[in-house]
């Protein structure tokens, strides 16, 4: 398992929030228990599975909400 902090661009409202909570946690290998989408800071904080998914799969699928992702960093638990 691995963990990953995601920062995006500045969220403009809450149901930005919930909706790329609601988009990440359609990936495989992610655990919905695990997703944290922290409006004020802007970031995403989540745990996933790397045999089931990639960083680049929860990046592309933030961008394909239309939301810009700054920069990501995942490691090893």
């Known amino acids: 398992m691995q963990k990953?902090?995601?920062?995006?661009?500045?969220?403009?409202?809450?149901?930005?929030l919930q909706k790329i909570e609601a988009g990440i946690k359609t990936l495989n290998g992610i655990d919905p228990e695990d997703v944290k989408v922290m409006f004020n800071a802007s970031k995403v904080k989540v745990r996933f599975d790397d045999q089931k998914t990639s960083l680049k799969e929860i990046e592309n699928m933030i961008e394909y909400l239309g939301y810009q992702v700054l920069k990501s960093i995942a490691k090893s638990e």
Do not use: F, I
């Open 4 to 16: 990953a902090t995601l920062k995006l661009e500045t969220l403009a409202c809450p149901s930005c």
